[in-house]
């Protein structure tokens, strides 16, 4: 079962962040294999760190709970917040079979919220996005893309995408005309600059 966690830094946590740094990343080679995503969250110049998500497949409750709240950076009061969610991959790979070079574009984080509503609708509105993906040419620039699932996976409950567009002003003209933004699927929508992430 794939995972979505984001986790949002405190404000001024630079130092505590280099503290942890070899803590951290003993603790996530032990999840090596299961990563679907992971990399840091940035400020809109992408100069500073701001959080740190990862998609990854864990077999249980229990592992959840242990990778979310048993992480060095977390037990050391790195993140002020911690968002959790059942996740589908509806790319079919990993961020590391993504090839297109950054260059000068930027990447992102999507992290939307659905509405319980939206959720009897949810596949049909996901075939007409990727409709509209497609007609715009912005399918080739999806890292990776999946759907957030209620507690037991039965039920969608928003979508977590990773996207490579020339800057911010891209993505928004075509997340504005989005199928599921137009429905009102959302109740929520937060969209980060990103970068790939791993152990260096």
């Known amino acids: 079962m794939h995972y979505f966690f984001f986790c949002r830094d405190n404000p001024g946590v630079g130092a505590l962040r280099k503290q942890t740094e070899q803590a951290h990343w003993a603790f996530m080679d032990d999840y090596a294999?299961?990563?679907?995503?992971?990399?840091?969250?940035?400020?809109?110049?992408?100069?500073?760190?701001?959080?740190?998500?990862?998609?990854?497949?864990?077999?249980?409750a229990a592992a959840v709970q242990r990778f979310a709240y048993e992480e060095p950076r977390h037990?050391?009061?790195?993140?002020?917040?911690?968002?959790?969610g059942r996740w589908r991959n509806e790319s079919g790979r990993t961020m590391w079979e993504y090839k297109t070079p950054?260059?000068?574009?930027?990447?992102?984080?999507?992290?939307?919220?659905?509405?319980?509503?939206?959720?009897?609708?949810?596949?049909t509105l996901l075939q007409a996005r990727r409709t509209?993906?497609?007609?715009?040419?912005?399918?080739?620039?999806?890292?990776?893309?999946?759907?957030?699932?209620?507690?037991?996976?039965?039920?969608?409950?928003?979508?977590?995408?990773?996207?490579?567009?020339?800057?911010?002003?891209?993505?928004?003209?075509?997340?504005?005309?989005?199928?599921?933004?137009?429905?009102g699927a959302y109740r929520s929508v937060e969209v980060h600059r990103w970068m790939f992430g791993g152990r260096r």
């Open 75 to 84: 037990k050391a009061g790195l993140y002020s917040e911690v968002i959790i």
């Open 132 to 183: 509209h993906f497609s007609r715009h040419n912005v399918e080739p620039r999806v890292i990776v893309t999946g759907s957030l699932l209620s507690d037991d996976g039965s039920a969608w409950a928003g979508t977590v995408m990773m996207i490579q567009m020339p800057d911010r002003a891209a993505f928004d003209a075509v997340w504005h005309d989005d199928p599921l933004v137009k429905a």
């Open 33 to 60: 294999a299961g990563f679907v995503a992971r990399g840091p969250t940035l400020t809109d110049d992408g100069t500073a760190q701001t959080g740190s998500m990862h998609i990854v497949d864990l077999p249980d």
């Open 102 to 123: 950054l260059d000068a574009e930027q990447r992102f984080l999507v992290i939307a919220q659905g509405v319980p509503a939206a959720a009897a609708g949810a596949e």
